[in-house]
């Protein structure tokens, strides 16, 4: 697939002209004068909201945590997630846009989390604390629902006693080849989680270099990128890595550098966006051919993205320090950038560093903002 023209809206505001030698702090301005002057979404309909529990009464607070991971439970839809800071919560929104929070994790300051659902409808939570010990929690899904829900609402989260000792899990993905979930930790090394046997143990160890992402394509196989951006496959039944020939795309002369921040895998493609040069791009299995769809913004970075099944890609672009967040399409007819991310219902919020992304049963998309304000943004895209 050859490389599409982006599509951009027009700045709205006056901004401020680049000149030769300008210092950081007037680019700095100009920048954010830019990127505040674009227009909001207006294709579809955005809605921003708090963490406060709208059930049981307020107990996550504002401002004090971010959002580790988000998950969808495809048996009935619900969003849950998770927030690390000083204190830990499992919260989940209903299918009527309800915040409900399930409880405080009973752990030290999580610094990082990644969640996963198993075949036996339990969410599981692999939390990495302040000594970069990183436990394994678990919280029964089929209890939230009741045909009295809210009343006869129970949420646990409950111990498993399994701990990655001294080091952290930056990824997590369920196989439905053998029905276990496979974690990535920061030190490279690979841990399946057996969940009818209840035990974890390591099954292989990345050579440094690696990306901090992971997918399954249900087959027995995981698939991450290595050093250099080297597409790799690893069977879990041989516990055999075959690198591949192709590397995920970067600028010339940067290859060195080329990495992947998120992939994901669907009806045999991996999809991702490097974590270097922000670019979006695909890995045909098969064929073994990578195919770069380009930059959606001149921002620095894609945060996150999510495929709807219709084959369109919506993803998140920021920039620390260059105004709020933008929403991005990728389609039929090459990028467009559907403009900074903010919600005015049932709250205003603006999306500064938008984190996760996760596409919900009926194709709404949902957005955490990363900058430890709590907040959750909703997307519909235009029908």
Same mark, same amino acid.
């Given at each position: 697939?050859?490389?599409?023209?982006?599509?951009?809206?027009?700045?709205?505001?006056?901004?401020?002209?680049?000149?030769?030698?300008?210092?950081?702090?007037?680019?700095?301005?100009?920048?954010?004068?830019?990127?505040?002057?674009?227009?909001?979404?207006?294709?579809?309909?955005?809605?921003?909201?708090?963490?406060?529990?709208?059930?049981?009464?307020?107990?996550?607070?504002?401002?004090?945590?971010?959002?580790?991971? +988000? *998950?969808?439970?495809?048996?009935?839809? =619900?969003?849950?997630?998770?927030? !690390?800071? $000083?204190? &830990?919560?499992? @919260?989940?929104?209903?299918?009527?846009?309800?915040?409900?929070?399930?409880?405080?994790?009973?752990?030290?300051?999580?610094?990082?989390?990644?969640?996963?659902?198993?075949?036996?409808?339990?969410?599981?939570?692999?939390?990495?604390?302040?000594?970069?010990?990183?436990?394994?929690?678990?919280?029964?899904?089929?209890?939230?629902?009741?045909?009295?829900?809210?009343?006869?609402?129970?949420?646990?989260?409950?111990?498993?006693? +399994? *701990?990655?000792?001294?080091?952290?899990? =930056?990824?997590?993905?369920?196989? !439905?080849? $053998?029905? &276990?979930?496979? @974690?990535?930790?920061?030190?490279?090394?690979?841990?399946?989680?057996?969940?009818?046997?209840?035990?974890?143990?390591?099954?292989?160890?990345?050579?440094?270099?690696?990306?901090?992402?992971?997918?399954?394509?249900?087959?027995?196989?995981?698939?991450?990128?290595?050093?250099?951006?080297?597409?790799?496959?690893?069977?879990?039944?041989?516990?055999?890595?075959?690198?591949?020939?192709?590397?995920?795309?970067?600028?010339?002369?940067?290859?060195?550098?080329?990495?992947?921040?998120?992939?994901?895998?669907?009806?045999?493609?991996?999809?991702?966006?490097?974590?270097?040069?922000?670019?979006?791009?695909?890995?045909?299995?098969?064929?073994?051919?990578?195919?770069?769809?380009?930059?959606?913004?001149?921002?620095?970075?894609?945060?996150?993205?999510?495929?709807?099944?219709?084959?369109?890609?919506?993803?998140?672009?920021?920039?620390?320090?260059?105004?709020?967040?933008?929403?991005?399409?990728?389609?039929?007819?090459?990028?467009?950038?559907?403009?900074?991310?903010?919600?005015?219902?049932?709250?205003?919020?603006?999306?500064?560093?938008?984190?996760?992304?996760?596409?919900?049963?009926?194709?709404?998309?949902?957005?955490?903002?990363?900058?430890?304000?709590?907040?959750?943004?909703?997307?519909?895209?235009?029908?």
């Amino acid at each position: 697939m050859s490389n599409k023209k982006i599509k951009r809206r027009t700045a709205t505001g006056p901004g401020i002209p680049s000149k030769e030698g300008e210092s950081p702090e007037i680019r700095k301005l100009r920048l954010e004068r830019q990127y505040l002057s674009q227009p909001f979404i207006t294709e579809g309909s955005v809605f921003c909201f708090s963490l406060l529990d709208q059930i049981k009464g307020p107990s996550i607070m504002v401002n004090d945590y971010k959002i580790a991971d +988000l *998950v969808v439970y495809r048996k009935n839809g =619900v969003l849950y997630g998770a927030t !690390s800071g $000083d204190e &830990n919560h499992l @919260f989940f929104m209903d299918k009527k846009k309800m915040i409900v929070d399930v409880g405080i994790v009973e752990a030290k300051t999580i610094n990082s989390g990644s969640m996963s659902i198993g075949y036996d409808s339990m969410l599981y939570f692999a939390a990495t604390d302040a000594d970069n010990n990183t436990i394994i929690l678990k919280h029964d899904l089929d209890t939230d629902y009741t045909d009295q829900y809210p009343l006869n609402y129970s949420g646990d989260i409950e111990e498993t006693g +399994l *701990v990655i000792e001294k080091d952290m899990v =930056v990824g997590a993905v369920s196989n !439905s080849w $053998d029905k &276990n979930i496979y @974690f990535l930790t920061a030190n490279g090394k690979i841990y399946q989680f057996d969940i009818s046997k209840k035990i974890i143990h390591e099954i292989f160890e990345l050579e440094s270099g690696f990306s901090k992402s992971i997918c399954a394509d249900g087959s027995g196989n995981l698939f991450m990128v290595l050093s250099g951006g080297i597409l790799s496959r690893l069977n879990v039944n041989d516990r055999k890595l075959a690198k591949s020939t192709s590397r995920v795309p970067s600028q010339k002369g940067r290859e060195y550098l080329a990495g992947a921040e998120k992939i994901v895998y669907e009806n045999g493609k991996i999809y991702g966006c490097t974590s270097q040069d922000s670019y979006l791009f695909s890995y045909v299995v098969e064929s073994d051919k990578v195919f770069n769809f380009g930059k959606p913004d001149d921002n620095y970075d894609i945060r996150s993205f999510i495929v709807e099944k219709d084959g369109r890609i919506y993803g998140v672009t920021s920039t620390k320090g260059r105004g709020l967040g933008h929403l991005f399409l990728y389609g039929e007819n090459g990028f467009r950038d559907l403009g900074n991310i903010a919600g005015f219902m049932p709250l205003t919020g603006w999306c500064n560093e938008p984190s996760k992304m996760v596409v919900g049963n009926d194709g709404e998309i949902f957005i955490s903002d990363g900058d430890n304000r709590s907040k959750l943004f909703l997307y519909f895209p235009k029908i």
